[in-house]
Each structure stands twice: as structure tokens, then as C-alpha cells.
């Protein structure tokens, strides 16, 4: 999927899939699935480092993590996110985060909120870097906002929110993400928009959904209860571990002795290229 496919998704029938992928291993399964598109993004701060929010993530981070995913998908449009504060200090420190994202491999950045943004993100769409929008609960706004709340519940807000969209999409955004919103409000502001909106605790009405991937494979805590976990990953690794551990406390793994044709030059190999890298060659 490229972002010039993307507007071919604003039809009925047809939905987007987006997963957020931050290291090289995970990317490159989802390079390898079907899904659509693969978002870096800034919730790396909680699910890779442990903080308790995403305000922790940073430019350099964010690059990091980028440049380990796009390494790993090359068959599918790989966006950035921009965190916190990126795109308030003003333009040149803004540029200098898409610039980092863009040379880390990064086709596209989403941009948390439009107030007082409006003029370095159509700054930077000119600049030839597509932007994502993201409405309804943006993460980075957490202390303003006093938890991680349902957003756009009441006329007002949801007034405000269908406004903004409608200005992002005027700011020449390809997409918007709209994040725990209520279902019948996301499918007020799909219906209004001709850019695909991609959905996160929003309803079914949107033009597609994102996960984080640790959710969906449930590896990461309790998640949120509007996530699907498609796996109870967290039980198998840990069970997984548990069964490496019993084998190895009861001299079980490695066998003691193994068959001729297993100590080949395929041992050889791997102990000169540890880590499975020669494994898989
Ligand atoms: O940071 C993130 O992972 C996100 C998605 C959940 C939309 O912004």
C-alpha cells in the first residue's frame, strides 16, 4: 500500500488495517502479513520502555525505533509519529523531527491535535512529507486532559472535533486517526471527510482500525477494553519460558547426546553468527 492507495479505501466495503510496529523482529512479520500499513508509534514509550505515558518518547527515539521497522518493511507505507512537543517548538525544531523520521525511513508522520499547529503541519505537507492527522483522545494531551478518557461526548466537543477534522482534511492531511471517540460521532466525521479515517475505540463506522500489536497479541498487560486480543500471548511466551526452564533444570534441553547428521556445518554457522541470524540465512 502506497499513500496514493489510500484515498481508494473511501469506498464501502473497503477498510484499512494498521498496526503499530516499533521493533525489527515484530515489523517484519508485519511485513510479511496482510495488513495494510505499519504505524511507529509514539505508545513505544509505554510498551518498549516502560513509561507511563507516551510523553516520555522523543525525536532521537522515535528515530531509533523507526529506522528498526523500516529496515523490516519494505512493502508497506511506514509512518512516524511526531511526540510530544515535537511540533511546538517551533518550525525548524518541527522540520528537524520529520527530517530524523523521514532519513529513519518513515514515509509519513501523524501529528497529535491541530490547535496551534495548523501552520507547521501544512508546512511540512508542503515539504513533500505526507501528515496523518489524529484527533479525539490524543495521548500527549493526558495531563490536560486528566486520564485517557472518552473525548467528543459532549455537543460542544463534538463540534470541535468534527471542525478540526474537517480542517486537517483542508490542510491537505492524507488521513486521520480518530481515537476513542464515540462510534456514531467517528461515523459522523468518516461520512463528512473524502480522506480515510482509521479508527481506535471509535466504532465500526470508520474507513479502517489500528491496534498497538502487543495489544492484539496480548502481550502487553491489560489492554484497553476496546482492543481484540487475537492471541493470549502473554500466557504462551510465558509458558514457553516455563518449559525452557523445566528442560534445562531437568538436563532435558540441550540433549545429551544428539543424532550424527545434527553436529553439521549448519552448527558450525550458527556459532560463528549467534542470535538465529544464521539460522535464518
Ligand atoms: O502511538 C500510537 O500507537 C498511536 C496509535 C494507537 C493510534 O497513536
Given at each position: 500500500m502506497r499513500i496514493t492507495d489510500f484515498y481508494n479505501y473511501k469506498k464501502p466495503g473497503s477498510k484499512i488495517s494498521m498496526i503499530t510496529a516499533y521493533d525489527h523482529t515484530l515489523a517484519s512479520i508485519a511485513a510479511e502479513s496482510a495488513v495494510d500499513c505499519v504505524l511507529v508509534g509514539d505508545s513505544l514509550a509505554m510498551v518498549m520502555h516502560g513509561h507511563p505515558s507516551t510523553i516520555a518518547a522523543t525525536p532521537d527515539l522515535m528515530a531509533l525505533h523507526t529506522a528498526a521497522v523500516a529496515g523490516a518493511v519494505k512493502n508497506k507505507l511506514v509512518i512516524g509519529d511526531m511526540p510530544f512537543l515535537s511540533a511546538r517548538k517551533g518550525l525548524g525544531h518541527a522540520m528537524d523531527t520529520v527530517e530524523k523520521l523521514a532519513r529513519a525511513g518513515a514515509q509519513a508522520v501523524k501529528i497529535e491535535g491541530l490547535d496551534g499547529q495548523a501552520e507547521i503541519i501544512s508546512h511540512i505537507i508542503q515539504s513533500d512529507m505526507p501528515v496523518m492527522g489524529h484527533l479525539g483522545l490524543t495521548p500527549q494531551s493526558v495531563n490536560r486532559l486528566g486520564g485517557y478518557r472518552t473525548q467528543g461526548r459532549?455537543?460542544?466537543?463534538?463540534?470541535?472535533?468534527?471542525?478540526?477534522?474537517?480542517?486537517?482534511?483542508?490542510?491537505?492531511?492524507?488521513?486521520?486517526v480518530l481515537e476513542c471517540v464515540p462510534a456514531a460521532l467517528a461515523g459522523r466525521v468518516t461520512a463528512l471527510l473524502k480522506v480515510p479515517v482509521i479508527g481506535i475505540?471509535?466504532?465500526a463506522l470508520t474507513d479502517g482500525q489500528v491496534l498497538v500489536m502487543q495489544d492484539l497479541l496480548?502481550?502487553?498487560?491489560?489492554?484497553?477494553?476496546?482492543v481484540k486480543k487475537y492471541l493470549d500471548g502473554r500466557r504462551?511466551?510465558?509458558?514457553?519460558?516455563?518449559?525452557?526452564?523445566?528442560?534445562?533444570?531437568?538436563?532435558?534441553?540441550?540433549?545429551?547426546?544428539?543424532?550424527?547428521?545434527e553436529n553439521s556445518e549448519r552448527d558450525t554457522a550458527v556459532a560463528a553468527a549467534p542470535y538465529g541470524a544464521a539460522v535464518r540465512r
Open positions: 459532549d455537543q460542544a466537543s463534538a463540534e470541535k472535533l468534527v471542525n478540526d477534522a474537517l480542517e486537517l482534511e483542508r490542510l491537505g492531511c492524507f488521513a486521520l475505540g471509535a466504532g496480548g502481550l502487553y498487560g491489560e489492554p484497553p477494553s476496546f504462551l511466551v510465558t509458558e514457553a519460558l516455563n518449559n525452557f526452564d523445566g528442560e534445562v533444570k531437568n538436563s532435558v534441553f540441550p540433549a545429551a547426546k544428539r543424532k550424527d547428521h
